[in-house]
């Protein structure tokens, strides 16, 4: 209990200045020994035990005096933060939690409490997929009319993404892990409702048994499921490897079939590189890999440098050789062409505000001076001053492109599907009125959408209308969800 000055009256270790909610009572001492307290409390009643010395035979103790335990030696504030963050994530857990003086825990309360909030975090991803698998329902059976390998369209996918501000692809997942909880993994779930096991463990379980059947994805839960709580991410990732060659029957042959699962990735770093990522058989990867240290080590006199920036010429003499062939292909009457927006006084090097290529990230000014001086085509584009966005572009170059298609790629530079980042350049240009329908082939009715977003407006539902004023689209879900998508603003650029 605790006193008018908020103090406790008969407990352990007296904070004089936490004050608790005022109709919670701290557990009562003979509840508190039966109940057990976690190890740390029992090692800091240890020590503290320890610290102290003991009493000499002169001295007595009073039988009016009540008897402790060692159990429950621990401060008002550290007996709070059992009751707050001990139970399940509820209707008073935030309510707890706003009141938690963590500034007056002791150092093991502080770690404990950080523990139990993470166990609380599980627990309420755990509410979180609960709610979209019911949002999204379960998984589309066969679809009579053939469509996407045989099975019906889904969209469920797009409303997640509006809800919670991601791309369709990352709702997509979100979708399947879901739906993979309430339908076939009832020992997982179960887990994460305790707190036990976090959403990317989740993940990596579902991903991990995706393509098995029933039975051995059965196994490999159960195998793994035990251990997660103890594990980190790499652990158990290490763990459903293990348990899933030794189990699945079919892993070798399903190790052939991921040779086949290739990727070539580009991604962008926040200070001016990019970086390839490569996957695939490693008969492929290994000559390809010796080629490059080949030409690194024949190429040392003449390009100096380290191997790896010798091996990153060698690439790029590769893909330019391709680009100079007959064999290169195009894409909306266009070859394969990196765009670099300069401000004028940079280019003049009156300034040295940093280039960019638009959508990918900043490039040093010096770069994008030097492509200029080695040959690299200039054109014009004219930015609203007070939105940044495109109004005119240049279309004197070397290679003239079809100049709509040039004009709307450099105006919205991503596809313009909510949360969307495809390239513009990659992407289907969108009628939204259709053409058959009378719909014009202009700047106003075309709009580059990736296919994801194409199919969503086409065949679920979608809609959406463009400010002929400012080129800014807002798009519909069938259940009223509005997003709105602004044209690119090269201010964030050069």
Request: include cysteine; aromatic fraction near 6%.
């Amino acid at each position: 209990m605790f006193d008018s000055q908020g103090t406790a009256s008969g407990g352990v270790g007296v904070l004089a200045g936490f004050v608790p909610p005022p109709d919670w009572e701290p557990i009562p001492d003979e509840v508190f020994a039966e109940l057990g307290s976690p190890p740390w409390l029992e090692d800091q009643a240890a020590a503290e035990d320890e610290a102290e010395p003991p009493a000499s035979d002169s001295e007595s103790v009073s039988d009016d005096e009540p008897e402790t335990s060692d159990r429950i030696q621990c401060n008002d504030a550290d007996r709070f933060v059992l009751e707050a963050l001990g139970g399940p994530v509820g209707a008073q857990t935030l309510g707890l939690l706003t009141v938690t003086p963590f500034g007056e825990l002791s150092a093991a309360g502080r770690t404990h409490a950080l523990q139990q909030l993470e166990r609380l975090g599980n627990q309420l991803e755990a509410v979180k997929l609960e709610l979209i698998a019911a949002i999204a329902g379960p998984e589309p059976g066969p679809d009579a009319a053939g469509r996407e390998g045989g099975r019906s369209e889904d969209y469920a996918a797009h409303e997640i993404a509006l809800a919670t501000t991601c791309s369709v692809y990352a709702a997509e997942v979100k979708v399947h892990v879901a739906r993979e909880l309430a339908a076939r993994r009832p020992a997982t779930a179960a887990a994460m409702a305790r707190g036990e096991i976090s959403y990317p463990q989740v993940r990596a379980l579902c991903e991990a048994s995706y393509a098995l059947d029933e039975q051995t994805a059965a196994q490999l839960e159960a195998a793994v499921i035990d251990g997660a709580a103890v594990q980190s991410l790499a652990e158990f990732k290490a763990s459903l490897t293990r348990w899933a060659a030794r189990l699945d029957p079919d892993w070798t042959t399903n190790a052939t079939t991921a040779r086949r699962d290739c990727a070539v990735e580009h991604t962008a770093g926040p200070d001016g590189t990019g970086e390839l990522f490569v996957r695939g058989p490693l008969e492929i990867t290994t000559p390809i890999s010796m080629t490059l240290t080949r030409y690194a080590a024949t190429h040392r006199d003449t390009l100096g440098g380290t191997l790896a920036q010798r091996k990153l010429a060698g690439l790029r003499e590769l893909a330019e050789r391709y680009l100079d062939s007959p064999e290169a292909g195009t894409l909306h009457g266009r070859p394969p062409t990196v765009v670099i927006t300069v401000d004028a006084a940079t280019l003049l090097g009156l300034a040295d505000h940093p280039a960019e290529i638009p959508g990918i990230g900043p490039i040093p000014a010096d770069a994008a001076r030097w492509l200029l001086a080695d040959g690299a085509p200039l054109r014009r584009m004219l930015l609203e001053e007070t939105t940044g966005r495109c109004l005119d572009y240049g279309r004197t170059s070397y290679t003239v492109p079809p100049e709509l298609a040039e004009h709307l790629i450099a105006l919205h530079v991503h596809s313009a599907g909510p949360h969307s980042r495809v390239p513009a350049s990659g992407c289907d240009l969108d009628h939204r009125i259709p053409y058959a329908d009378g719909g014009a082939t202009s700047t106003l009715n075309l709009t580059p959408l990736d296919r994801r977003w194409h199919r969503a407006k086409t065949h679920a539902g979608w809609t959406y209308v463009k400010n002929p004023d400012t080129d800014t689209i807002t798009w519909t879900s069938p259940t009223g969800l509005t997003a709105r998508i602004d044209p690119y603003d090269y201010r964030s650029g050069p």
